[in-house]
Every structure is written in structure tokens, then in C-alpha cells.
């Protein structure tokens, strides 16, 4: 019936305009998807949980509540990442991976890569991380050299 | 930010034999008498055979539809994003599984819903926060932009719809973003048969159209 058509057109129009997707998610999608192009298999993990630092305010120097956190979880393993480093300036990221174990890790971000290790506790640290879109990959350190390499959604951080 | 130039269907897809129509609108404008799961096709036939301008337009034209799918399933705007994106890398390592090109959409719509699916029932195990709550509630994230002279009206129908049943806006939702060719996919997932899809969405909108109505209310308003 052409009443209930014009009704859902009404009702689609409510959630374009009230619900629309973040302006930036194709982009997002896109720059994840580039990733792609390593010819090797990886896991990808979900996120799990995200807690945002509350804007504006103001934590001790190193205190944890300063800081973002994410995690993100796989069928294996979890990676906690602590961001912290407010307004413009270059975030830092300290990440724990667990079960703990050695990797490699590549940050992805919209103007490059940075990289660094986990060491045997899992722990690693990345220092003036560009704020905007990131993407974690990570190169577990095995014997053989075969453990799929696992890989972050894309997150704003 | 936006680059609405790439990708017209009629350049990138030469080899589609059943588009005998040169396309003038970009490939994220919808237009009529071109329907999404048509360009969708078009993009992804492009894209395949080599032409990665295509996955760009694909990408960008999809997107939305998908979010409001898995928006559907009452997840909060991050986790929605978030299946969003793992649908699209699911389209690139998997997307070679499709057989019939023109179904291109409906793999992706519900590919988003079978994650969007997993997403809410590990969410439902938590106990939302108060924020959760109260999205459902407000929309959030409303861009300065949208809010314009039909803002009230938008409001208004926004909480009518949200006193329907759960079911009910789910249907209504993803109905309302997905072309009809996903009318089985829906059926598949709400367990019911495909014929009673649309009496079930008449129902439903005819709820949603009791709740706008003004009904002869027992205080001053004795509207007819």
C-alpha cells in the first residue's frame, strides 16, 4: 500500500537524519581495508571495550584514569591499550598483550607506520603515536615463525 | 574529505552486459530507477576485475545502509561501527565465495547482520550503562547540520518509533534500509516465513501510526 510506503520513507528519513553513520566511517573503512594488501593471513579481533578519558579533565601526571582504554579481544588472546596524551599532541600508547607473549607490533596510522616489540610479558610501548586513525598489527615472535599475525579494528584514538 | 568523483558505474563496470544505460549521478547519490543492489553489482564486477576505484565507490555507497542494518540491532555507535568495518574486510578476503554478482548486496547485508547478531547477544551479558540507556533513548551525535526545520517532526517520529516493540524496529529498520531481495535473508533470521513478513511490517507500522495519532484523549483534546 502506498500509505505504508510513505510511511517507511518517512520513518527511513528519521534515522538518516537522526541516526546518520560517523561522517568519517567510509574513510575509516577504506584506510582499514588497505591493510589488505599484506599477502599474509591474520586474525582479526573484536572490540570488546572502550572507555574514553573524560574531556577536560585533569588527572595527576601518569595517572591511569587520564588515559583511554581499549581492549580487544580474539578467540586466543587480548590486547589492552592504554592511550593517553591530550588534545593534539602525540598519544602514547601502552598496550599489553595476554596471554603474554613476544610480537611484533606495527601501528597504522593515517600518516604512517610506527613499530615496535612486545616483550615476553606482553607489554610494549609506543611513543608520539599521531592522533586520528589507528590500527595495531601484530607479528607474534615464534620459533618457526608461523603464527598468523593478528590485526586491531580500526579505532580513533 | 569526501570524493564523490570516483567511481560512476557506467566507467568502471564496461564489461557489465546488462547496463545498457549510462549512469550521470555519483555512485553515492541513490537515484531513481537505479537501485542500490543494481550498483552495488555494477562496483563489484569493477572491482574484481581489477579496478580498485570501484571498492572505493562500493564502499562509500554501502556503507551507510549497513550501519542502519546493524544499528538495528540496538548496538551502541561504536560497536556498530566496528561491524561495519568487519563486514567490509569479510567482503575482501571472502567476497570470492560469491557466485552471482548481482547478490553482492544481500551477502554484505547479511553478513553485517550475522555479526551485528553476535555483537548484541555478547553485549546483552554486559549490563548496559547508563549512556546505553539513554541512547536508545536520545539520539546521539546529531551533526549541526541535520538539525533544521523538520528537527521537531524527526524527534517526534523518533520516539514513537521507539515505544514499538523491539521487533518491531528491527523489522522496520532493517526493511527500511535493504532492498527487497533481502526480504528471505530477514525472514531466515526472524524465523518466520517469508510471506508474513510484510503483514507482520503492516502491523507494525500500523502501531507506529496509532501512537502518532492523536487519539481522542480524555483530557481537552477531543480530536476526531
Avoid at chain 1, 65 to 92: C, E, K, W, Y
Avoid at chain 2, 107 to 123: G, M, P
Wanted: a negative charge; proline letters at 7%; aromatic letters at 6%.
Amino acid at each position: 500500500m502506498s500509505d505504508d510506503a510513505s510511511l517507511m520513507h518517512r520513518v527511513r528519513g528519521m534515522w538518516e537524519q537522526l541516526d546518520p553513520p560517523p561522517a568519517d566511517l567510509a574513510d575509516r573503512v577504506l584506510f582499514a581495508l588497505e591493510l589488505e594488501d599484506l599477502d599474509t593471513e591474520f586474525e582479526l579481533l573484536r572490540l570488546t571495550e572502550r572507555s574514553d578519558a573524560l574531556a577536560g579533565t585533569r588527572a595527576p601526571r601518569g595517572a591511569t584514569s587520564d588515559a583511554t582504554h581499549i581492549t580487544f579481544s580474539g578467540d586466543q588472546l587480548t590486547v589492552m591499550l592504554a592511550v593517553a596524551g591530550p588534545g593534539n599532541d602525540g598519544r602514547r600508547l601502552d598496550g599489553w598483550i595476554a596471554p603474554a607473549s613476544e610480537a611484533r607490533v606495527v601501528a597504522r596510522t593515517a600518516t604512517g607506520e610506527r613499530e615496535t616489540v612486545a616483550d615476553a610479558t606482553g607489554r610494549f610501548v609506543l611513543e608520539d603515536v599521531p592522533p586520528g586513525m589507528l590500527r595495531l598489527v601484530f607479528f607474534p615472535v615464534t620459533d618457526d615463525g608461523t603464527d598468523t599475525p593478528f590485526v586491531t579494528p580500526t579505532v580513533e584514538v | 574529505m569526501e570524493t564523490p568523483t570516483s567511481a560512476l558505474p557506467a566507467q568502471t563496470a564496461p564489461t557489465a552486459p546488462s547496463a545498457p544505460t549510462a549512469r550521470a549521478a555519483p555512485a553515492t547519490e541513490p537515484v531513481a530507477g537505479d537501485p542500490l543492489w543494481q550498483r552495488a553489482e555494477l562496483l563489484f564486477v569493477a572491482w574484481r576485475s581489477g579496478d580498485q576505484h570501484a571498492l572505493d565507490g562500493l564502499v562509500r555507497a554501502v556503507t551507510p545502509v549497513l550501519w542502519h542494518i546493524v544499528r538495528a540491532y540496538g548496538l551502541d555507535r561504536e560497536t556498530a561501527d566496528d561491524v561495519v568495518q568487519t563486514t567490509w574486510l569479510t567482503l575482501v578476503r571472502r567476497g570470492d565465495a560469491i557466485r552471482d554478482e548481482r547478490a553482492v548486496l544481500r551477502w554484505l547485508t547479511i553478513t553485517a547482520r550475522r555479526e551485528a547478531w553476535r555483537s548484541s547477544q555478547q553485549a546483552r551479558r554486559a549490563t548496559p550503562s547508563d549512556d546505553e540507556v539513554l541512547e536508545t533513548v536520545l539520539p546521539r551525535q546529531v551533526s549541526a547540520e541535520t538539525i533544521v526545520v523538520r528537527d521537531d517532526e524527526q524527534r517526534a517520529l523518533w520516539s514513537y518509533v521507539g515505544r514499538l516493540s523491539e521487533r518491531c524496529q528491527r523489522l522496520l529498520r532493517v526493511i527500511a534500509f535493504s532492498d527487497r531481495p533481502d526480504y528471505a535473508g530477514l525472514a531466515e533470521e526472524l524465523q518466520m516465513p517469508v510471506g508474513s513478513i510484510g503483514p507482520t511490517r503492516g502491523r507494525c507500522l500500523d502501531k507506529l501510526r496509532a501512537l502518532m495519532a492523536p487519539t481522542a484523549a480524555p483530557t481537552k483534546e477531543g480530536t476526531s
